[in-house]
C-alpha cells in the first residue's frame, strides 16, 4: 500500500513537470511566430494566448488543492434537516446539483446508500464521486446549505426556509491509515429501500455496519452482492472514522490559535434564495450568483475557487 501511495505521488509530480515543460515549448513556439512579424499569424497567436490563458488559470487552480488527500476520490452525503418535506425536496435538489456538477467535470458516480422521503424527496443520500481532485474541489461545500423559496408542499404557498447538511469525507483505500477492531463493529443485513435513482435494487444484500465504541452508521445498498456492499460500507466507515480523527486535531489547533467555531445547523455556509428574489451566496466567502439556475444545475465551480483562495 506505502509502495502504490508513492508511486502515485511520483506519477502526479511527473505529470505535472510534464505538463510546465509541455507549456514552456508552446510559448517559445509563439515567441518565435511574434519575431517573424507576420500579421497573417496574429490570429493564430491570439487564439493560442487565449487557450493558453485558461490552460495557465485551470493549473493554478488545481495548485491550490495541494492537501493531503486533495486529489482523491470523495464520498458525499447529504442529510435533510429542519423544514419537514420541504427539506426532503432540498435534498433531493442538492443531489441532483452535484450529480450535474459531477457530470461536467467528466467525473463517474455512484450512490451508496439512499433514504427516500415520507411524501416527497429524500431524507438522506450516500454518493461516491471518483476523479482526479474530486476531494479537493468538494470540500468547500461541507456544511449547512439553506433553501428560501415558495413552498410547492404548502397549500397556501407561503414562503418557506429549508436546510440540508452536506458531508464531505476523502475516499480512504489505504488501510494502513486506521485500523478498526471486528468486535467494534455489529453487521446487519437488510432489503434495499428501493426508489433510489441508479445503481439500487429491491434486494437483500444491503449491509448495515454499526461501529459501537463511536456510535457511527454506515449503509450501502446498491445492486452489488452483499460481500461487494460490506467492503463498500467499510471503506466508507473507515473515512469517516479518518474524518473524525482529523476533525478533533484540527478543533484542538483551532483552540489553541483562539479561532474554533462549533459547526451547528445555524452556521449555514450558503444560501439559495428563489423567493422574493434570486440569489446564491456563500457566506464564508461573500461569492454570489444571481442566475439561481444554472447553480442548481451545478455551476459550482466558481464558488469553489472563492472558498479556496481564501482558505490558501
Not at 450529480?99 to 461536467?104: G, K
Not at 454518493?127 to 468538494?138: C, D, F, K, T
Not at 397549500?155 to 477492531?181: G, Q, Y
Not at 462549533?262 to 440569489?279: C, D, F, M, N, T
Request: include cysteine; proline fraction near 2%; aromatic fraction near 8%.
Amino acid at each position: 500500500m506505502k509502495a502504490q501511495e508513492v508511486n502515485k505521488k511520483a506519477s502526479g509530480l511527473r505529470d505535472l513537470l510534464d505538463f510546465w515543460n509541455n507549456l514552456q515549448k508552446q510559448i517559445g513556439d509563439l515567441k518565435e511566430i511574434c519575431a517573424s512579424d507576420d500579421e497573417s499569424f496574429r490570429e493564430v497567436v491570439e487564439e493560442e494566448l487565449g487557450s493558453l490563458e485558461t490552460i495557465v488559470a485551470d493549473e493554478t487552480f488545481k495548485q491550490m488543492l495541494n492537501g493531503v488527500y486533495d486529489r482523491g476520490d470523495a464520498i458525499l452525503a447529504i442529510h435533510a434537516g429542519a423544514g419537514g418535506t420541504d427539506s426532503q425536496d432540498w435534498t433531493e435538489m442538492l443531489q441532483r446539483m452535484y450529480l450535474r456538477w459531477a457530470e461536467r467535470r467528466g467525473f463517474t458516480t455512484e450512490i451508496l446508500d439512499f433514504t427516500p422521503g415520507e411524501e416527497a424527496g429524500i431524507k438522506s443520500v450516500t454518493i461516491a464521486i471518483n476523479g482526479e481532485y474530486v476531494y479537493g474541489y468538494l470540500r468547500s461545500e461541507k456544511g449547512v446549505h439553506r433553501l428560501v423559496r415558495l413552498s410547492p408542499f404548502d397549500t397556501a404557498h407561503k414562503r418557506h426556509t429549508s436546510f440540508a447538511l452536506v458531508e464531505v469525507i476523502p475516499k480512504i483505500t489505504n488501510d494502513d491509515e486506521l485500523v478498526i477492531d471486528p468486535n467494534d463493529i455489529n453487521i446487519d443485513v437488510f432489503k434495499s429501500s428501493g426508489a433510489g435513482g441508479q445503481n439500487v435494487q429491491k434486494n437483500s444484500t444491503a449491509v448495515r455496519i454499526t461501529h459501537i465504541p463511536s456510535g457511527l452508521v454506515v449503509s450501502c445498498q446498491n445492486e452489488r452482492s452483499q460481500t461487494q456492499n460490506k467492503e463498500v460500507a467499510m471503506q466508507v466507515l473507515r473515512s469517516r472514522l479518518l474524518q473524525i480523527q482529523q476533525t478533533k486535531q484540527e478543533a484542538e489547533i483551532a483552540v489553541l490559535k483562539g479561532d474554533y467555531t462549533k459547526a451547528e445547523w445555524g452556521s449555514q455556509i450558503r444560501s439559495y434564495v428563489l423567493h422574493p428574489y434570486q440569489l446564491v451566496k456563500d457566506h464564508r466567502t461573500g461569492h454570489e450568483r444571481g442566475n439561481t439556475q444554472i447553480v442548481l444545475d451545478g455551476d459550482l465551480d466558481g464558488f469553489m475557487e472563492a472558498y479556496l483562495k481564501q482558505t490558501d
